[in-house]
């Protein structure tokens, strides 16, 4: 409940009467129930009673002068005279001013203002306001520095998270640690939304630090909700969303591409036009004939509904806590056939054994189904001349006739079973025994099981099963393992008032398996049992397990000097098993310091200023984000058949393994301002960072001649630099009517600094591709780049094409720069573009109205670069495929911006496709109503809010696809596009 | 639920356990990293089995190009694509052969296509040298199978060594295996021919010192195999005696006599005794790899005219990318009982075969002639290439559904008709006429066509056209014949079509250095500052 900051004191009552020695009755409650265990205490006697579980208290022997103290910790003390009244019911306050807010840092919490790191809190309210299942997209927009980048959006896809910018080029080098409730998670999506109590997010050494080896990406905490004193609470959250579809172009429809088509097989140069039987197939040209053109979009996807329900329930007495809760989640994917369905619970449990014992466990068992359609899914450039259902509705296998062998993608999915199941088990058991109130040891044991078992079946019917295949079947298996343990003792020894000091000590070991098995099998007797049945054929068959182990020991210690001066330093050694044999350890030290200066005595007077701090941090984090057995040689399987006859061979893989592999190291500097000012009417963080990353795990090409395509490297210096700012203002707070406005801003530099030191030719140092992703590092440049000729717009009529860089284009053809002039575009002439995004940020607008609020949110990306594949697409150009549609180049029309069609693939329209990616979105428009607390508690309720939500409801961007964030294609397939959501849910409290 | 957790919790109580003795115990042992499924590489070069199943692992990794469905397939076809005998229609094979790809070094087709081949032949030329490094050092092993590992693997050395030699020209040799030590030695010169033919020479006399005619499995290197590319290689020193004598060995040895007619040459699994070697392929069979599209680039759409649905005796599933041109088609029709173009080797005629769209005044089986090869009239002759146009069955898989464009077919790279051509040119360069004819009346006869009686390059030349054309081998043979530029410049594609690209004239495009492949410039990159490109490429 730390968002109340404005929480007003209310029912303060004053009347007088005459009456004496009378019994008072009552009830406690604050906003999400009975309270128990309030003390209430006669002012100036020691007379008093506490509440009972149902937040019911009595008291006797009351006058009516005498004045009653309510009291709790964490709340603001109210007292109330008691007049003539003999029922007084108070509704507490929690105290937003004294109670400094507490944050989870790593290995404990810290009061807010203590804090001394770059940690940033996510308000986890407007967090879960979007309905999914996809945690990481909640945090989009919702703290500086956490850029969220849209993975799959499909049901149950993920989105990846990246904070202050990429730090590495390693395969997994990029995601931040995820820690649930202290222990880490593989999966964020593994949380369930509901069941978050808080969200932070370190992003500075210093706070990061104490992960060591994970950590140079940040580390996100998460608390789960636990049990709490008092009566038990029970709450419901449901909601039900429909998605629809959203996108900013167009495709030809089935007269446009006819044209497109006829315009792209003109002659170049009589600018004849070529006879329709010369450029259609005898399928098409009967389709032209009666017009029946198709809209795959339309037929292909539909409208798709999300439910989810979640109930939760809190309970707890002095020695034992107790919060349980189980979610429903189910979302149908716009793409029939897709789809994902979850049911999780959750325990947390907290039993103190003995005074000094206290055992806490946590309880997480998830089943999750998802389903997807059939693999190659294209629905946007498919041609509108296909007849996918015969005269009776059928559907019709080979849809653009009978001379064609492209199978009709309905038909397929009709033939098509893709289903995931996972169950995850987690288990997590900590006992932590208190020698002293300044001493304790804690075990931690944490013991994660999750099992994925994903089953496709193609029938004999399906382009992939059939002719004589009989049924294709691959089923696969993946059990992953994690088992971690820690040893931690922490001790605050108690000094003086001055002097405040902390000391923490871990050692922890984990390990995570990953056992992987998949078999590929055929000929099915029959398709009715898809693939649970038997099959007479095994194709393939793969097993792969694989390993990784950390060793860790770190301590920290924080002291603090008259609450003004704050310093807190932290080591950690790491020992991971993916490395050489003799590089396996790192050491990862950091250092900060704060400075509270509205406490010094000159600052006390000064009324604006609530709070002003001034921290600086200096750390290292080491990442270890690369996949086992890079350090060793690797033989992949290559069987062989001699005249039919399978045999076995191998041969090493084009992997050359690295023997003196090591750590990735990462040393950042921070520089923040926390500050409140004017009665807290402003807020907020000012923050500048400089990140180094050294000895970059680059997968590097070898030169072909070696035989080899790639060796993994410590090479190099990468740095990100970068500014954020978030802020929040609560310009009105009045009874009725509240408004606040949050901002949050990020501007991240990526810069390579150095790689291997060989220089070329011309005394440059050389450029490396990382095989991996594909991307092309140089110094100077960023790590997200595109590296390609320049884009400089379409040849016209009477341009100098002989002198071009292109002597044999015609006009348009796609120009692009030659760089050096020498009249031919090759790699030489390619200019590297940025593709990160200058700037992020967001506004987020809060605004209560008596029992409605109402949120808005908007997410703004300026800047961004992405490379169309469907602009690039030299088939659209042929009008051989349907695509984005553009006023496309004539003769007779000359375009200036797009090229125009024919025959054969452009050049350099890769070049052309290079397009700004920049959008602002109003992602989230939700508005609640809560009903009022009289009209509902006769029929149980505590708490009733009804709310409608709109996410991505409006979209301004230039680039042409389902979503700013990805290209409409993925290979030959559309990429499952992105929703607009209508949400309408209800909240309960019992 | 409740047993499965009580096994966790136990399982938890071991970890811990475990984790305290760890701690007591060494932790190097705990962070080795371990192969857990995956076969390591010190055991493929340190016993008998581990260096034979490398061995298979080389025929496997020579198959992967004709895998290679990137580009449409085109890659395999390269080679193919820029002979004088094709003709690019469309597709991106047809961008090969009229020279907008793989002709400079900026283009998109030599940095995917033309690099997949300086790649593909390196990595077996790395894993050969580690398999021939690993026998040689292996103490303890049978001597006859160390010999037969060093034979197998030295072939495949060779074969690659000598085809880049030939494509790229500039290339660096070694035979020495890389390692992580030595990986970043990169290359500062090419290797001299000298040193090249060295190698080759040593290479592929061993192996026919030491393997049998009749090798163990179909599929494997036999002597056969090692003699024929011997005598490639004597060809292209221009050592005649050489030639003639591996030529002679081969023919006479019995094993591998010419089949009796052209069409058992290229049916069913090509395991004949005309066969030198071949790749291997096995439809849903562990090992037997994936299939290759090249009969669908060769073969017309036929399907698309009226009156012709795809079917076995059609040549199955096409899309006519790139096929014979005039000349080639004329060099076949030299001879009418020429039996190479009755759907042995190539099909000239698709015929009639759906009955509910038979164009009027045809009958079943009757030839498809709906369309004319017109010298000027584009919608004419388009129509003609992409339906019409004679194609190749060399890849032809008939045993997959006729609209299946994945095939298994086995693809044949040497057999000993070529040997007969290899010997007939050596022979005649040793003035030995009557040998050289009978070589060449050999082939001849095979195909149902006359003999001849007298002898010159272009004779053997144009037999070899006609014989062995599309297998990959007659690029080589031009360039080395120093008639590559000529050949081109009077046949590639045909005029028609070179009017036609919108690009321009592939003939007007063409230099004779690009005799030699560039090397694509991200390999140029990698090798030493210095090393030299190819001459013409800049």
């Known amino acids: ?990 | 639920m409740k047993n499965r957790n009580g096994h966790l919790t136990s399982k938890i109580l071991l970890v811990l356990f475990l984790s305290i003795a760890i701690f007591t115990s060494c932790e190097e042992d705990f962070l080795e990293d371990k192969l857990l499924s995956d076969t390591s590489v010190e055991f493929l070069y340190s016993s008998p089995e581990g260096l034979e199943s490398a061995v298979v692992g080389l025929y496997t990794l020579n198959r992967n190009i004709y895998q290679d469905l990137s580009l449409n397939g085109t890659i395999p076809l390269i080679p193919q694509a820029k002979s004088d005998l094709g003709v690019g229609i469309t597709g991106e094979a047809s961008l090969y052969s009229r020279l907008l790809w793989g002709a400079s070094l900026g283009d998109y087709g030599t940095a995917s296509g033309i690099n997949a081949f300086w790649n593909h032949f390196y990595k077996i030329v790395d894993r050969s040298n580690a398999i021939i490094q690993g026998a040689e050092n292996l103490e303890d092993i049978d001597e006859a199978r160390r010999n037969q590992i060093l034979s197998e693997a030295k072939c495949m050395r060779a074969n690659a060594f000598f085809t880049l030699y030939r494509l790229f020209n500039n290339i660096f040799i070694t035979t020495e295996p890389t390692t992580p030590e030595n990986a970043f030695d990169v290359p500062q010169d090419k290797s001299s021919e000298e040193e090249i033919f060295t190698l080759l020479r040593s290479d592929l006399d061993f192996a026919i010192e030491n393997l049998e005619y009749d090798p163990e499995q179909f599929g494997r290197w036999g002597q056969g195999a090692a003699r024929h590319l011997r005598a490639m290689v004597a060809l292209w020193e221009n050592d005649w005696e050489e030639a003639a004598a591996q030529a002679d060995a081969v023919i006479t040895s019995g094993n591998h006599n010419l089949t009796p007619t052209t069409q058992e040459v290229f049916a069913g699994d090509l395991n004949h005794s005309e066969t030198l070697f071949a790749i291997n392929f096995q439809r849903e069979t562990i090992g037997g790899g994936s299939p290759h599209i090249m009969n669908w680039n060769m073969v017309a759409s036929y399907a698309d005219a009226p009156g012709l649905i795809q079917s076995v005796e059609n040549g199955g599933a096409g899309a006519g990318f790139i096929s014979l041109n005039e000349y080639m088609i004329n060099l076949l029709n030299e001879d009418p009982n020429d039996s190479r173009k009755d759907n042995t080797y190539y099909i000239f005629e698709y015929v009639y075969n759906d009955e509910t769209a038979l164009p009027a005044g045809k009958e079943l089986g009757d030839p498809l002639d709906l369309y004319e090869n017109s010298p000027t009239d584009q919608n004419e002759f388009m129509l003609y290439y992409r339906r019409q146009n004679p194609g190749v069955l060399k890849f032809f898989d008939s045993t997959v559904e006729p609209t299946d464009r994945n095939h298994f077919k086995n693809i044949m790279i040497y057999r000993s008709a070529e040997t007969y051509l290899i010997g007939a040119e050596a022979h005649m360069m040793l003035n030995n006429t009557s040998k050289a004819l009978e070589y060449l009346n050999a082939v001849r006869t095979r195909a149902n066509t006359d003999p001849v009686e007298t002898i010159d390059l272009q004779a053997i030349l144009d037999e070899g056209a006609r014989e062995l054309a599309f297998e990959g081998q007659r690029w080589f043979t031009l360039k080395r014949t120093g008639k590559l530029y000529e050949f081109l410049l009077d046949h590639m594609n045909n005029d028609n079509m070179n009017e036609s690209y919108p690009e321009g004239n592939p003939k007007e495009i063409l230099r004779e250095y690009m005799k030699n492949w560039p090397i694509p410039q991200q390999q140029m990159d990698l090798l030493g500052p210095n090393y030299p490109q190819n001459e013409g490429y800049n």
Request: aromatic residues 10%; charged residues 20%; glycine residues 8%.
């Open chain 1, 1 to 990: 409940m730390r968002y109340g900051i404005l929480k007003l004191m209310v029912f303060l009552t004053t009347f007088y009467g005459f009456s004496q020695n009378k019994t008072i009755t009552g009830t406690i409650s604050d906003e999400m129930g009975p309270m128990a265990g309030v003390n209430i205490i006669v002012k100036g006697t020691t007379a008093g009673a506490m509440t009972n579980f149902d937040g019911e208290y009595t008291l006797e022997n009351v006058s009516d002068s005498d004045t009653l103290v309510y009291s709790f910790i964490g709340y603001l003390t109210q007292e109330i005279s008691v007049g003539d009244q003999n029922v007084i019911d108070v509704t507490m306050q929690e105290d937003t001013q004294t109670l400094d807010e507490v944050v989870v840092v790593g290995y404990g919490t810290q009061r807010k203002s203590n804090v001394v790191g770059s940690v940033a809190s996510v308000e986890v309210d407007e967090a879960t306001n979007v309905p999914t299942t996809n945690v990481s997209e909640m945090l989009r927009g919702r703290a500086a520095g956490v850029q969220v980048n849209l993975g799959d959006a499909r049901p149950g896809g993920s989105s990846n998270i990246v904070i202050r910018g990429n730090v590495s080029v390693a395969p997994n080098g990029n995601s931040p640690l995820i820690i649930v409730d202290g222990l880490p998670f593989d999966n964020l999506n593994d949380v369930s939304p509901d069941d978050i109590a808080s969200i932070e997010i370190l992003k500075d050494a210093s706070s990061t630090a104490i992960y060591g080896s994970r950590a140079s990406n940040g580390v996100i905490l998460v608390s789960t909700k636990r049990g709490r004193s008092g009566k038990a609470v029970i709450d419901y959250h449901g909601y039900t969303t429909i998605q629809t579809l959203t996108k900013n172009f167009n495709q030809y429809d089935g007269q446009q591409f006819i044209d497109l088509r006829r315009e792209a097989n003109r002659n170049r140069f009589t600018g004849e036009y070529l006879n329709d039987e010369n450029i259609f197939s005898p399928a098409e040209l009967e389709t032209i004939e009666n017009r029946n053109f198709i809209d795959w979009e339309d037929l292909v996807l539909n409208d798709a509904v999300i439910q989810s329900h979640s109930l939760s329930f809190s309970t707890g007495s002095e020695n034992t806590k107790i919060f349980s809760s189980v979610n429903y989640f189910t979302q149908e994917g716009i793409i029939p056939n897709s789809g994902f369905e979850r049911g999780t619970f959750k325990l947390n449990i907290e039993q103190r054994l003995t005074d000094k014992l206290l055992l806490s466990g946590i309880i997480n068992y998830q089943n999750a189904n998802q389903s997807r359609e059939t693999g190659g899914l294209n629905f946007t450039t498919i041609t509108p001349l296909a007849r996918p259902f015969d005269e009776q509705g059928e559907l019709e296998k080979f849809y653009l006739g009978a001379s064609n062998t492209a199978v009709n993608p309905l038909w397929d999915q009709r033939e098509s079973t893709d289903e995931t199941k996972i169950n995850l088990t987690d288990l997590n058991l900590s006992l932590s025994y208190n020698f002293t109130p300044n001493l304790s040891y804690t075990l931690k044991t944490f013991m994660r099981n999750r099992n994925t078992d994903r089953g496709i079946y193609r029938t004999s019917l399906h382009s992939a099963g059939d002719e004589g295949i009989d049924g294709l079947a691959v089923l696969s298996n993946t059990l992953f393992k994690q088992v971690l343990v820690e040893n931690i003792v922490d001790y605050t020894p108690q000094i003086n008032d001055d002097h405040s000091l902390n000391l923490t000590a871990v050692q922890a070991f984990d390990e995570q398996d990953t056992e992987y098995t998949q078999l590929d099998k055929s000929g099915f007797t029959n398709d009715a049992l898809g693939f649970n049945g038997n099959a007479t054929t095994l194709l393939n068959n793969i097993r792969d397990v694989s390993q990784r182990k950390l060793l860790s020991f770190l301590g920290r210690v924080r002291y603090g000097y008259l609450d003004r001066y704050l310093m807190e330093a932290t080591a950690r050694t790491d020992g991971a098993s993916v490395f050489a044999k003799n590089n396996k350890w790192g050491f990862f030290p950091a250092v900060s310091v704060a400075w509270k200066m509205q406490n010094e005595p000159f600052m006390q007077n000064i009324e604006a200023i609530n709070e002003m701090k001034l921290r600086v941090s200096y750390g290292t984090t080491g990442n270890q984000g690369i996949n086992p057995l890079e350090s060793l040689g690797v033989a992949d399987d290559q069987p062989y058949v001699f005249g039919g006859q399978t045999v076995g061979g191998a041969t090493a893989s084009s992997r050359l393994p690295n023997p003196d592999l090591k750590w990735e190291t990462t040393t950042t500097l921070n520089a923040g301002l926390d500050f409140r000012l004017f009665n807290n009417l402003f807020e907020g963080t000012f923050e500048y960072y400089k990140g180094n990353t050294n000895d970059l795990l680059l997968d590097r090409s070898i030169a072909g001649t070696t035989g080899f395509n790639v060796i993994r490297f410590n090479v190099g210096e990468l740095e990100n630099q970068g500014i954020e700012a978030s802020l929040t203002s609560n310009i009105i707070r009045k009874d009725n009517l509240r408004w606040s406005l949050g901002l949050v801003f990020s501007k991240n530099r990526n810069k390579v600094i150095s790689l291997t030191g060989d220089l070329d030719e011309n005394g440059r140092e050389i450029d490396i591709t990382d095989i991996a992703s594909g991307r092309r590092l140089s110094v100077g440049q960023s790590i997200n780049n595109i590296w390609l000729p320049q884009y400089d717009g379409i040849y016209q009529e009477g341009d100098d094409i002989a002198s071009s860089g292109n002597p044999l284009a015609q006009p348009g053809d796609v120009r692009v720069v030659d760089q050096d002039g020498n009249g031919q575009i090759d790699d030489r002439d390619n200019v590297f573009t940025n593709t990160d995004p200058d700037w992020y940020g967001s506004i987020t607008n809060t605004i209560t109205y008596k029992n409605f609020d109402l949120f808005a949110d908007i997410y703004i990306l300026q800047g961004a670069t992405l490379l169309n594949p469907v602009l690039a697409n030299g088939e659209l150009w042929k009008g051989a495929i349907n695509g984005i549609r553009t006023k496309y180049y004539t003769p007779e029309f000359p375009s200036t911006q797009y090229p125009r069609p024919k025959p054969d693939t452009h050049l350099h329209l890769f070049s052309f496709a290079v397009r700004d990616a920049s959008y602002i979105r109003l992602r989230t428009l939700s508005l609640g109503y809560n009903i009022p607390q009289n009209s509902i508690s006769k029929i149980g309720f505590q708490r009733a809010k009804v709310y409608l939500t709109g996410t991505n409801l409006f979209t301004s961007t230039d680039f042409r696809s389902y979503s700013p964030e990805q290209s409409p294609q993925n290979g030959s397939e559309t990429t499952f596009p992105e929703t607009r959501n209508i949400t309408l849910g209800v909240k309960l409290g019992f």
